[in-house]
């Protein structure tokens, strides 16, 4: 199911805001994935995140209001880093991948998180259109 792919990709991203180098991309990991096309899938997202991740940074700081990047929750970093791969690499639509982000930050993160989430990946569409 793609929702599962979605959220191991996320824990991916999630343990890569702290481990910066020294990681290799674990095909073990993906093993849960029942389905070939969805562990593909869930590679896709962390590869395209990989080639892209200083203007995907770059597009979520210049959306932030009032908070600097390195404060934004980690948790909630990572969701809207796999929003917006998916959204700009993968052609997923863009109210499929943000449904799917809310609803993983209403299961890992704070109250506020899926508001707060919404809120910059709506503004970054709504400049980027």
Do not use: C, W
Not at 15 to 25: A, D, I, P, S
Not at 51 to 59: D, G, P, R, T, V
Not at 107 to 121: E, H
């Amino acid at each position: 199911m793609r929702r599962e792919a979605r959220e191991l990709a996320f824990q991916l991203i999630f343990e890569r805001l702290f481990v910066k180098n020294g990681y290799e991309l674990d095909e073990e990991f993906f093993s849960s994935l029942k389905k070939d096309e969805d562990k593909e899938f869930a590679l896709e997202i962390i590869k395209k995140y990989e080639e892209n991740k200083e203007s995907l940074f770059s597009l979520i700081s210049s959306h932030l209001i009032g908070y600097e990047l390195d404060r934004v929750y980690k948790v909630d970093l990572a969701l809207m880093l796999v929003a917006l791969t998916e959204i700009n690499y993968l052609e997923t639509p863009h109210k499929v991948a943000i449904n799917e982000v809310v609803t993983l930050a209403k299961r890992f993160s704070t109250d506020k998180s899926s508001r707060f989430i919404n809120g910059v990946l709506s503004s970054i569409l709504k400049d980027n259109n």
